[in-house]
């Protein structure tokens, strides 16, 4: 039951990273026995608590995860849950839906038990479905809660967060003031804002500003689910930028998503069968190809992976000894080892007959020569490589980022063409498996990337090597690499090309107004004789995920009164350069006002902790320990341990403010509250 006395918490977002903090707090409360006091949660959310926004269970199903249903998980579970107070509801979404399919999760619809019955560990399902667990578990997690703990969803926005007259309230900090003008108080704030919408850079705004002023069509950045893709003409050209997840959406929603069909041919490739409503797709982006889609595995990394090199130990052995390494001088030549030598151990144990060499003479050398210890390694490797495995099968593990680099086609049907070969050697390396040198190669640097992730955290490189390299080259080659579509879309994609529903423009493209056609046009400067013009735009593309661009109201009013500030640092060349995350404290990650002062209530989490994470956007991995791949769950557990202990009357806030009280452990649903 929600009292006057109450601790009062504002969790604002209720997506995923608040729907963890919802948790964590219940939990905790619940560890803290018979001596904890009243609990009010407030959770502030337009949507459905759970989903939020972006996993919203009305969307369309063919919208899908680019991870398994093995994967994801909205609680620790497993070796998760090791270490910190129990879940109330411990599933996975995995396990989730095979209580689905055995009949243990009333109120389903017919879809969602369909979907589940459909579904194996290893296949990706639809992001309604995932929204659909989300939803269910927000209601668990209340329904479960002790009746001293009350869970309050206001289903607004916040559009403004305010510390000034504390005193005069009592002892509430802060004020909430939401989109129907209406507010309330609260002890501590948990911003888990999530997703917002941003301001466009200077070239898409002069895009959009072309539109308006000759009849055209510019679509900006956006959620696909909230994009009305029935406004796109059936048989018109469209310009799509991104090749990445929203390209995808964007693709199967314009092709099946309109009645087309796809099935197999006699050769075991896909065959397209057009509607005849379907747009013509011109895609481009800047490497010119498509994300590369995952392997078919039944785990989510490779069973045949062990990292040697790239291991917590000695990825955070530089940290231990006072050093701050840099990424590209310290990290990446250990996870490059593990990438190498999970390309080639794969080519010599499904391809021996290749080789130059005897098999196993050849790995003794490349092991040898990865061992060596200094900058000599990469030398001796490529002689080892180089004496056993002919050029043409060598990895090049940075050239992957660009596959066409320095190649220049006649015309646009030829750089077509040899996308679309690219496209079905990716489907069928996807088909192999364990079996593919180069998706083991992946695999090896998305198992580091889980490494490299805690070796950087929280100031683990300098802000030079974060910028400039993990950021700068890194980040999009492994996310071009290893966080790509499930297998399907790829070869659904070389379907449609062979259908003649969707060409490619070339690498490094242009997109600009045409003033001589009146149209938008793209064109590549590696592509010769052909540009491509049409009257619609479409940006296949997440808002940017920058506070200083972000048209949130709340964010927006947060900046301008110095509520929060974003994160800068001195650039080499001595000015300061503004990250695109906020300024916080070491976790559990207080936010810094903009006088530089921690504020000992207000936390956040998610993806505004861009400045001092790196992946933000990735859900937490079932199993995983909360170092690894469940860092939200781990920032969740710190979070609502530090709201606790404030109070407990152990952490004060920095802005003085009278004393707290102890948080509760029960939680009962309320209805949406003004």
Known sequence: METQHARQVAVIGGGPRGTSVVERLIAGHRALGAA????????VEPEDPGPGHVWRPDQSRLFLMNTPCLYPTVVPVGDTAAGIAPAPVGLSFDAWRERVVAGLVPGLDGGDVAECRGLASRDFPSRALYGRYLAWMFGEVVRTAPPDVTVVHHRNEAIALHRDGAARRGSREWRITLDDGSRFDADDVVLALGHLAATLTPEQGRLQDAAARHGLQYWPPAVPADVSWNRLPAGKTVLVRGLG?????????????????????????????????????????????????????????PRSIVLRFCTLDRALAFRAS??????????????????????????????????????EAFLAALDAALATDGPGW???????????????????VEALAHPFAG??????????????????????????????????????????????????????ISVASWNAELRGWFEPLVEGLASGPPPLRIAQLAALVRAGIVRFVGPNPSFGFDPDTGLFRAASPWVSGDSFTAHYLVEAMMPANRVSTSLSPLMRQMLREGIVRPATFMGEAGVPVTTSGLDVTPPPYRAVDGTGREQGSLFVIGLQLASVQWGTAIAAQAGASLEAGSRTLLDADAIAGAVLDRASGGTPSVVPSPAGQRAGADVTAAPTAG
């Open 322 to 359: 006072g050093v701050q390494p840099g990424f590209d001088h310290d990290l990446w030549p250990l996870l490059h080892r593990d990438v190498l030598w999970a390309y080639y151990s794969t080519l010599v144990r499904t391809a021996p007959a290749v080789l130059q060499a005897p098999p």
């Open 245 to 301: 997840l929203n390209f995808f959406d964007a693709m199967i929603q314009l092709t099946e998503g309109r009645g087309g069909r796809f099935a197999g041919g006699d050769d075991g490739r896909l065959v397209y069968t057009p509607s005849g409503k379907e747009p013509r797709l011109i895609a481009a982006s800047r490497r010119g190809v498509p994300y590369r889609a995952k392997a078919s595995l039944d785990s989510y990394f």
């Open 36 to 43: 904890a006091p009243a609990l009010v949660i407030r959770v």
């Open 407 to 460: 190649r220049r086609f006649a015309d646009g049907a030829a750089f077509t063409s040899a996308v679309l070969a690219y496209l079905d050697a990716d489907a069928a390396g996807s088909a192999l498996g364990e079996d593919d040198p180069l998706k083991m190669a992946i695999g090896a640097m998305n198992a580091g990337r889980t490494v490299i992730k805690q070796a950087v955290a929280d100031g683990g």
């Open 378 to 396: 990469e030398a001796a490797a490529g002689d080892a490589v180089a004496r056993a495995v002919p050029a043409d099968l060598g990895l090049d």
